[in-house]
């Protein structure tokens, strides 16, 4: 299942991003996933639409497409199509030449993903074309440093940790938690290559740094892929291959993948690329190589294996990997992989596997932290069916609306899942959300 | 010049000398209202209008008319208080979901979408709508057009059953058509482009205010006079207080008889309660008959000095601020829950007790404020030496005394001649009158004129005792003022740079003048939402009191709101646009790094980051505190915590964090025991300019900062 598969990477890092929106792409990637519909289209920027294809024109290609569980019969103009897939035969509309890379989000709802493939030829070109140009915020993003920053930068700062003389403590501390700085943090590293150019250990600092930032804030793989090939001391190989599979050459990423495994030891984020790549058995066939090698990064491996699980829709056999990481003795390194397995078993079982069909008739309630405090709801339910639900308590200052918009829009879908929050009155929307979930996964048979 | 408007046709008609040429609005009415409704002027039987005035009361039959303007502004002054100046009715823009698209036409852009319920009234054909994608993230970092960005603005064309079809109002570029045509999930409608700066509660609130919400107050004249005064700066609000005193050269004290909320609900009082409670009834004038003079004198006096005191004596602060604190809490607690009404303190009381003082004075005499305290009053009582139209007596006044009697001002000398600086015009008498000898006219008519001095008013043109009075008066009043003036002053200690200072409302004038300028009416605490201003009680002393401040662990200031300065009479704060706001700093938040929960190692924490992005603001951001380093220096991935910053050069002090760091970590969890971060007020941290562009301001400081970076780098 190639198909559609946002990047991960995003969603992990950094680490404040909200548990709810890895539910969500989660989610969307097992919605997405499950192949029942035979044929695709694709958009030009290479969006991919699976479906049953009805009709075709010399305007429209008709498709049933299946969406939450129900299907809608959707008109695709044949201008916006690249290629339609029918039973495996790729019929290309638009063919190659102008495609574009995939990298930052073209625009609302454009998905770029995995554009199926590139040559190596294609890739290099890519890459090289992309590494000329900065990105076009570039030249407006201005830069706020802090006026105590030594810009000499020395490869072993005297003194200890301090963030606002240390540039790549800075980096770590100022810049990598903020997706507001992330753009200024790639100019200050370009401007730091520029005035260390005759320094070339500092140069090759400033563009790896650079290409990660390009790889982790941005999934702009054609750049970073560029700075870091650059970087010729300083390559990070796990990065670069990510960036070659995400580009579309799945196989220039697995000669690096394998190269690396025959080394006696290598990065445990090899791992979580594996898995990345769809190659489930081999990612749990590396995380068993890890564990058997007593590795210390043995919870980390383990958690990529439990992900990849969840991932493929292996649900039992993730939650055997997350309960495993949660048994596993506490020390103060693993304290951080503990909690995420248990959030991902939570996750799993308050949106994976809720079933209102499971919960016995019966009024329940359960309550989440909402904008002023906890907000309490009580739900109904009968006959498998939430029959009502409403706010019994909370301390809300404004935005009512999402008091009886959000019941309302849960009792309507019979789910937790899809429900938009009120307009700026997110919290409290997610806060029935998530104390409606609890209440009903509580009280399943 | 006749301006009788106390429509002697709804009277009996008597027998005797024939009505003098009535005036314009008398002739006017006889000819509006039918024949039926008028009294009789053959058989001489009152008519059916007449009747019903009657037993209103005097007042009403004798002058409908000024009886008739003076519910309308006391209606007027209500609707513009408790109704124009109250947000809730606001709602953020509207957003309709769960669109999903069947079909995009790539060259015209007409958009087909189908919904699970058919779509609600209010997305009715013709309407402008923005289509979105909900699972769109803008870029990291993105510019605010960059975060705006929709799908296009659509007019809706035609709805049938759940489905809507949408035409571009401008052509689709192909990545607009591509991401409508193949959106995975569903797509929003919204009323205003997505991502562009919430207005709805400014924009409510310019609905509803037909008639500025501040007109009553501004024209007090002494609400000028004296802020004008104190803070010898241009009050706008002057420009309100000409005009009604010019207005009152042609009506002398027109303001207080036709006007005046506050002396309407005086003549409520007294008409309900008042008159009822006779035990108290002064027999006669008194030393008291001056007060309001020297009131005014004292107010100005301390004005010079300085020192705003006309907000406790003035006569629309007195009530709008009685109102508020009686009424305010009522209406929030019915409405909104009680939970959301926020905690009185002795200021309230103060100004309740002087507000209820201000009524019970009618137990002594009808309207005993209005004639013997008022400084406003007295404001135009100075003013009516200017006057020129009056009230006058003819000779064929029969010494009947209905006048004197009916006077609600005391105005007529026991001669029936006429006080001319306590007469408001109202003719009250004029409809009493069973001969017509009273008419109002300019003030140069001599025609027909009854004799002076009888019966004998034994009043001397000003005696021994008169005048030893006045000037004891004015040497009190003198004296008072700069006595109160200086006891005042300094309460809020501004010379002293680690003084308490409050957070003031958005786009407040420097402290000093604000001080100077706040009248102390609470308009902008009515129209506040979520009662972020409340009033300061003793903090700076008498020098503060009453006046606005943020009380953030109550509520921070609402993003779309600029209803503050918009409400103000006297420009204390001052009236911002929207994108002027939203510039304006009126405090910055500064974190308490040895309580804040993650910088003291607690537990992770990231409410008040969460509030400003949400905000629109993103002026607090992460640190990485308590990162730990292995043996070779480098960062341990995971450790230390995630902390708040805030970026001095991007706050504006609105104040959101720290009501959800109180609500959530104080009030809620009980970890701390006040907010780990916390507005502060004071020099190089707010924003305090009589003129100019908060914006501009901005944006000086943003290419001073470009120039220092562009230097660093060039070394």
Not at chain 1, 94 to 118: C, I
Not at chain 1, 156 to 167: A, T
Not at chain 2, 141 to 168: C, D, H, M, N, W
Not at chain 2, 645 to 664: N, P, S, Y
Request: glycine residues 8%; positive net charge.
């Amino acid at each position: 299942m190639p198909a559609a598969k946002p990047s991960n990477r995003k969603m992990t890092y950094p680490p404040h991003h909200g548990l709810r929106g890895r539910f969500c792409a989660l989610l969307l990637i097992v919605l997405l996933a499950s192949p029942a519909f035979a044929d695709s289209i694709e958009s030009l920027s290479g969006t991919v639409i699976q479906g049953k294809i009805v009709s075709r024109d010399d305007k429209f290609v008709v498709m049933d497409v299946a969406l939450g569980g129900k299907t809608v019969q959707r008109k695709y103009g044949l201008s916006l199509i690249r290629a339609i897939i029918i039973d495996g035969v790729r019929e290309e509309l638009k063919p190659g030449g102008n495609t574009p890379a995939p990298g930052p989000r073209l625009g609302p709802g454009v998905n770029p993903g995995p554009a199926g493939t590139r040559t190596k030829a294609e890739i290099d070109k890519l890459i090289a074309e992309a590494g000329r140009t900065p990105p076009d915020w570039f030249e407006d993003t201005p830069l706020n440093l802090p006026k105590s920053l030594d810009l000499a930068w020395p490869e072993k700062p005297p003194g200890g940790w301090n963030n606002q003389v240390n540039v790549g403590q800075f980096v770590w501390d100022v810049i990598n938690p903020n997706d507001k700085r992330w753009r200024e943090g790639i100019k200050f590293m370009q401007q730091m290559m520029d005035m260390h150019k005759n320094d070339n250990e500092k140069r090759q600092r400033a563009m790896s740094s650079m290409a990660g930032m390009y790889h982790h804030f941005f999934q702009d793989y054609a750049r970073a892929a560029y700075w870091w090939l650059q970087a010729k001391d300083r390559t990070d190989w796990v990065g670069v291959a990510e960036c070659y599979f995400r580009l579309g050459n799945k196989a220039m990423a697995m000669e690096i993948v394998m190269a690396l495994r025959r080394r006696p030891s290598y990065p445990i984020s090899l791992v979580k690329l594996v898995a990345d790549m769809g190659e489930t058995n081999l990612a749990i066939e590396m995380t068993a190589d890890t564990i058997k090698a007593g590795s210390n990064a043995a919870d980390e491996a383990m958690m990529h294996a439990g992900d990849a699980c969840r991932l493929a829709g292996r649900f039992k056999q993730a939650q055997g990997y997350y309960e495993k990481i949660i048994a596993m003795p506490d020390d103060k390194n693993n304290k951080r992989s503990k909690d995420r397995a248990r959030e991902s078993l939570q996750g799993i079982k308050l949106f994976d596997t809720l079933d209102v069909k499971k919960v016995a008739d019966g009024s329940y309630k359960a309550s989440s932290l909402g904008y002023e405090g906890q907000v309490e709801i009580e739900v109904k339910v009968a006959g498998g069916r939430i029959d009502s639900l409403r706010v019994s308590n909370h301390k809300e200052k404004q935005y009512y609306a999402a008091l009886t918009d959000t019941p309302a829009q849960i009792v309507a879908k019979q789910s937790v899942k899809g429900v938009d929050a009120t307009s700026r009155a997110t919290i409290t929307s997610e806060a029935i959300i998530n104390a409606t979930a609890k209440a009903l996964s509580g009280a399943m048979k | 010049m006749r301006l009788n408007w106390f429509l002697p046709f709804l009277r009996v008609s008597k027998k005797g000398p024939p009505r003098k040429s009535p005036g314009l609005v008398v002739r006017l009415f006889s000819i509006i209202i039918p024949k039926r409704y008028q009294s009789n002027t053959i058989s001489g039987k009152p008519g059916p209008l007449r009747k019903l005035l009657k037993k209103i009361s005097p007042a009403w039959s004798a002058s409908p008319l000024r009886k008739l303007s003076q519910t309308a502004f006391f209606i007027l002054f209500l609707v513009l208080f408790f109704y124009v100046c109250w947000p809730y009715s606001a709602k953020p823009a509207q957003v309709w979901t769960g669109w999903q698209p069947l079909e995009v036409d790539p060259d015209s852009g007409v958009t087909s979408l189908i919904n699970e319920l058919p779509p609600p009234a209010s997305l009715a054909v013709g309407r402008v709508v923005y289509l979105a994608d909900p699972t769109y993230e803008p870029p990291p970092g993105a510019s605010e057009e960059e975060r705006a960005s929709s799908l296009g603005a659509f007019v809706v064309q035609s709805i049938e059953e759940k489905t809507i079809r949408l035409k571009p109002r401008e052509k689709l570029t192909p990545q607009q058509a591509e991401a409508i045509a193949f959106a995975a999930g569903k797509l929003t409608l919204h009323e205003k482009p997505p991502g562009a700066w919430p207005v709805h509660y400014a924009e409510e609130r310019d609905r509803k205010e037909k008639i500025a919400a501040e007109a009553i107050l501004i024209i007090d004249p002494l609400v000028s006079l004296s802020t004008g005064l104190a803070s010898r700066a241009w009050v706008w609000s002057l420009v309100a207080a000409g005009v009604i005193l010019i207005i009152c050269v042609f009506i002398p004290r027109g303001f207080c008889g036709y006007i005046c909320p506050l002396g309407t609900l005086i003549d409520l009082f007294d008409w309900a309660i008042g008159k009822r409670v006779t035990r108290f009834r002064a027999p006669d004038d008194g030393w008291w008959v001056h007060i309001k003079y020297y009131v005014l004198l004292g107010t100005l006096i301390a004005a010079m000095f300085g020192v705003l005191i006309s907000g406790f004596v003035s006569a629309i602060p007195v009530l709008t601020r009685g109102l508020l604190f009686i009424f305010h809490p009522l209406q929030t607690g019915a409405h909104r829950g009680w939970h959301n009404v926020p905690s009185i303190h002795i200021g309230h009381f103060v100004s309740l007790i002087l507000f209820a003082a201000v009524l019970v004075m009618g137990f002594w005499k009808p309207r005993f404020w209005c004639k013997y305290v008022c400084p406003s009053g007295a404001v135009f009582s100075v003013f009516n030496h200017f006057r020129a139209t009056e009230r006058k007596v003819e000779s064929t006044c029969i010494n009947c005394n209905k006048c004197v009697e009916i006077c609600p001002f005391d105005a007529i000398k026991p001669d029936f001649t006429t006080r001319v600086t306590d007469c408001t015009l109202c003719q009250t008498c004029g409809g009493a009158c069973p001969v017509d000898a009273i008419k109002f006219v300019d003030r140069g008519n001599r025609v027909e004129l009854k004799v002076l001095n009888d019966p004998p008013t034994h009043e001397t043109a000003i005696g021994r005792r008169g005048f030893l009075a006045a000037g004891v008066g004015i040497a009190a009043a003198g004296i008072g003022g700069t006595a109160v003036a200086l006891t005042i002053k300094g309460g809020a200690r501004l010379d002293d740079p680690t003084a308490w200072r409050p957070v003031r409302p958005p786009g407040s004038v420097p402290e000093q003048e604000f001080l100077q300028m706040c009248i102390r009416c609470g308009e902008c605490f009515k129209a506040c939402p979520n009662d972020v201003l409340q009033p300061l009680g003793f903090e700076q002393g008498m020098e503060g009191l009453w006046s606005p401040h943020v009380v953030a662990d109550f509520a921070g200031c609402e993003v779309s709101c600029n209803n503050c300065g918009q409400v103000c009479p006297t420009g204390a704060i001052r009236a911002l646009s929207m994108p002027e706001k939203k510039a304006a700093r009126m405090g910055l938040a500064i974190v308490n790094e040895s309580t804040c929960l993650p910088y003291a190692g607690r537990e992770a924490c990231q409410l008040c980051v969460d509030e400003c992005v949400a905000a629109g603001y993103d002026a607090i951001e992460f640190i990485r505190t308590g990162t730990r380093v292995d043996e070779q220096g480098n960062p341990i991935e995971g450790t230390g915590f995630i902390s708040p910053i805030v970026r001095e050069d991007k706050c504006v002090g609105c104040g959101l964090c720290q009501t959800r760091c109180f609500a959530i970590n104080v009030a809620e969890k009980k970890l701390l025991d006040e907010s780990a971060i916390i507005i502060k007020a004071g020099a190089g941290r707010e924003d305090r300019m009589m003129t100019g562009s908060y914006v501009l301001q901005r944006k000086r400081e943003a290419a001073a900062r470009e120039e220092e970076m562009k230097k660093r780098f060039s070394n």
